[in-house]
């Protein structure tokens, strides 16, 4: 998972790098399964990058927050604007059957607008989306539970009951909770195991899924220790 900042800014050079390595791991070793998934403003798509993400077979996060005048992703053109050009490389990657999804980040702004933002999926036809809260206990960014819990409720009465049939990741993790369905998902699980999921930050360290917290337990770096030795630390 090619995560943030901004992983575009890496540029397709070392991502065709990476392709041509995972070409040689298949060929050394037949039974690996690599599956390649990115996370973008989705600002700097263009087709040379759907062309990358499908010979990569890349399944593309965009962060969006929903339309205009609650998306925190803006540039210096101003929400408007910038929101446009991220929603026309959304229209592209669905042009191009890339699988995409988009990733809102939900604040305060949002809870007004539970109704507006199922709309702005339905205009754009965008049919796949995942909730992330703005949850923060070490800064004053974090939103309130009790007024997040009614915008979720509001949320869950719009898409069990439209006609835009739309993916939520976090409906449908917890309605395959209740049915006993195994997931992965931090959401389900209270963020204390996270699976097998590793995260390698910009120094090297490694924490489990995601560095969420400045005290996330560290299980190694990757610049010292190999592999094997961090999955034994974690275990």
């Not at 929400?79 to 890339?98: F, P, Q, Y």
């Not at 909770?177 to 930050?201: L, P, Q, W």
């Not at 969420?212 to 010292?224: C, L, M, R």
Request: net charge negative; aromatic share 14%; proline share 3%.
């Amino acid at each position: 998972i090619f995560h943030g900042g901004e992983p575009l800014l890496w540029g397709r050079d070392r991502f065709e790098e990476i392709y041509q390595f995972e070409q040689i791991l298949k060929e050394e070793y037949p039974d690996i399964r690599i599956k390649n998934d990115i996370q973008t403003n989705g600002f700097l798509i263009d087709d040379e990058w759907v062309r990358l993400f499908k010979k990569m077979k890349i399944d593309v996060g965009i962060s969006i927050d929903g339309f205009p005048d609650i998306n925190f992703h803006y540039g210096k053109m101003g929400r408007e604007a910038s929101t446009r050009i991220v929603l026309d490389n959304i229209h592209l990657l669905k042009e191009n059957t890339v699988k995409y999804g988009i990733l809102s980040v939900i604040t305060e702004r949002h809870f007004p607008y539970a109704k507006e933002y199922f709309e702005f999926l339905e205009k754009e036809e965008i049919d796949n989306a995942g909730f992330c809260y703005c949850y923060n206990p070490l800064d004053d960014y974090a939103i309130n539970a009790e007024r997040l819990g009614d915008f979720l409720c509001d949320c869950f009465d719009i898409y069990y009951n439209t006609t835009h049939r739309v993916h939520i990741r976090e409906f449908e993790n917890l309605i395959k909770r209740i049915y006993g369905v195994h997931k992965n998902s931090c959401v389900c699980k209270e963020r204390t195991d996270c699976g097998n999921f590793m995260a390698f930050t910009p120094n090297g360290t490694v924490c489990f899924c995601d560095a969420y917290e400045k005290d996330s337990k560290v299980v190694g770096n990757i610049t010292t220790d190999n592999i094997v030795s961090i999955k034994f630390k974690a275990i």
